[in-house]
Structure formats: structure tokens, C-alpha cells
């Protein structure tokens, strides 16, 4: 084999092992995937965290807390407009999971609010955490730390 030919083996298996890495996790019927924080910015206290919930079950379920030793406390937020502004609310009573479908948790949206961090989050970093449904039970995961300008999965 070439060294060309070696070089494009290498980098086309990295590319394929880079994709292997994104994980998802699963308790009952419940998974749960692309997990992301956006990376803190200078002097910042709080940060958000976004992921993707799918519930095969035929009844709903839904994410009661989350907990991280990343922050102080971790509480489930939603984005409310009222009159044209948009202000974030503590999401009572936890997030719905609906019976064979799902929620997405995303920016302007229901998001997970890490408040008064004990570090600020790191791009790359990994952030632990457990989900706690009212179903499915608890689940232990992990958020990566993207870009501060990252939107979207």
C-alpha cells in the first residue's frame, strides 16, 4: 500500500470512529441522545444543556430533574413569549415525554439550566449528569461541551 493510500484508510477510519462516538442512552423504553452545553463565556454563572428525548413506550413519561455536580443546581427550564418577549420559566412539573414519540430539548425551548456552575464549561469538555424520569427511572449521561456559538446538533 502507498503512503497516499495508507493516509486516506487512516483518515477515512477516523472519520468513521468520530461519528461512533456520539452516544445515546437508554433506561425502559426512553433514549436519549444528542446531549450538548454550549460552552461558558467569560464571567458567566449559568449555562444551558440541550438534548433529544424518544419514548417508544405506549404510555408517556416524563423528565422529572436532572442533577450534575457541574452546578450548584440544575433545574428544567422553558422559553415563554408573553407580548412579544421571550422569558425563561422553571418548567412545572417536569417535561412530557409524549407515548411513542418525543421532545427535543433546544435553544429557545425547554432546556436543562445548569445554575451557579462550579467551573465554567470547557469546549470539548465532558459534563456528567442523571436524568431522572417518572417512569423509566434514572439514567446517568454525559453532555459535550460545543462552540459558544454553537445552535443546532
Known amino acids: 500500500m502507498t503512503f497516499r493510500k495508507w493516509a486516506l484508510a487512516a483518515a477515512l477510519g477516523l472519520c468513521t470512529l468520530g461519528s461512533a462516538w456520539a452516544k445515546d442512552y437508554k433506561v425502559g423504553q426512553i433514549e436519549v441522545d444528542d446531549l ?9 454563572a449559568n449555562g444551558a444543556g440541550y438534548m433529544e428525548i424518544d419514548n417508544d413506550a405506549k404510555t408517556p413519561d416524563r ?3 436532572v442533577s450534575s455536580d457541574a452546578a450548584e443546581r440544575v ?3 422553558t422559553v415563554l413569549t408573553e407580548n412579544g418577549v421571550s422569558k425563561m420559566r422553571m418548567a412545572e412539573g417536569g417535561i412530557a415525554v409524549p407515548a411513542n414519540g418525543a ?4 435553544p429557545g ?3 436543562v439550566m445548569f445554575m451557579t456552575l462550579k467551573a465554567p464549561f470547557a469546549e470539548g469538555a465532558i459534563i456528567p449528569a442523571t436524568l431522572r424520569f417518572e417512569h423509566a427511572g434514572e439514567v446517568a449521561v454525559q453532555f459535550t461541551v460545543k462552540p459558544a456559538t454553537h ?3
Not at 450538548?36 to 458567566?44: K, N
Not at 421532545?103 to 433546544?106: F, I, M, P, S, T
Open 151 to 153: 445552535n443546532h446538533n
Open 109 to 111: 425551548g425547554y432546556h
Open 103 to 106: 421532545v427535543k430539548l433546544e
Open 63 to 65: 423528565l422529572l430533574s
Open 36 to 44: 450538548w452545553i454550549r460552552a461558558s463565556a467569560p464571567g458567566q
Open 75 to 77: 433545574e428544567l427550564h
